[in-house]
């Protein structure tokens, strides 16, 4: 069995090559491993780093301007040949250490689907806001689809190839959360969640999501409901 794990990445120089480090060492035992990192227009020496990180289990991807994460997912699925499909950000706020944690529910045949929650594991504390704003579009969610996710924009968001079969991603930028998720929830697919560590970053770091990007999915997710 083989796992791809897609890393959008832009402008992500200080934390690519230890997040790369990370993915490739974590032990997920016989399960094999792929790499593809779509460069999505750096400008900041990212892209140069990435050219030396290039190996035989790694590909990058470059795009020559920035489009956003989602459609650097969209550019990249096409390049994986995994059963099993994981998105990874290119900071470190997300832990591949979890990806055990992540895997089981599917290896055990409980779910085609599954989600990281920040809300029910060890974190970092956010933002308040944005922790207001991340329980509210989870609510909307659960009221729109009948479901009760704790956390729809999770980062991680783990999917069996089947799962992802027949749909077509549209969004192009942090969009993408709320519309797979849509997706996969008219489609019938159950999500199940696991408890993730998170540990955010603060904006000096190079955190990207504004209250913009929360209008932004709120509105997606209305628009694939309907």
């Excluded at 979890?98 to 929650?117: F, H, R």
């Excluded at 659960?142 to 089947?162: A, P, V, W």
Aim: aromatic fraction near 10%; avoid cysteine.
């Amino acid at each position: 069995m083989k796992l791809s794990i897609i890393v959008p990445a832009y402008n992500e120089r200080r934390t690519i090559q230890e997040i790369l480090r990370r993915v490739r060492t974590v032990d997920l035992g016989p399960i094999e491993k792929e790499i593809v990192v779509v460069d999505d227009g750096s400008d900041d020496g990212t892209s140069d780093i990435l050219r030396l990180e290039e190996d035989s289990t790694t590909r990058v991807i470059y795009k020559r301007k920035n489009e956003g994460k989602g459609a650097a997912i969209r550019t990249a699925l096409p390049q994986t040949t995994g059963e099993l499909i994981i998105i990874q950000d290119a900071d470190l706020e997300y832990d591949p250490e979890d990806y055990k944690t992540l895997l089981t529910p599917i290896l055990k045949k409980k779910a085609e689907v599954v989600y990281g929650s920040r809300f029910t594991g060890e974190h970092r504390n956010m933002f308040f806001w944005h922790m207001v704003g991340n329980k509210f579009l989870s609510l909307v969610t659960n009221i729109l689809f009948n479901t009760t996710l704790t956390d729809m924009e999770t980062g991680y968001k783990f999917f069996t190839r089947e799962a992802l079969s027949g749909i077509e991603i549209e969004s192009d930028r942090f969009e993408f959360e709320p519309e797979i998720t849509a997706k996969l929830l008219k489609k019938g697919i159950r999500i199940y969640e696991v408890p993730i560590s998170y540990a955010g970053r603060e904006y000096w770091e190079g955190k990207k999501i504004t209250w913009k990007n929360g209008i932004g999915a709120l509105l997606a997710l209305i628009k694939y409901r309907f």
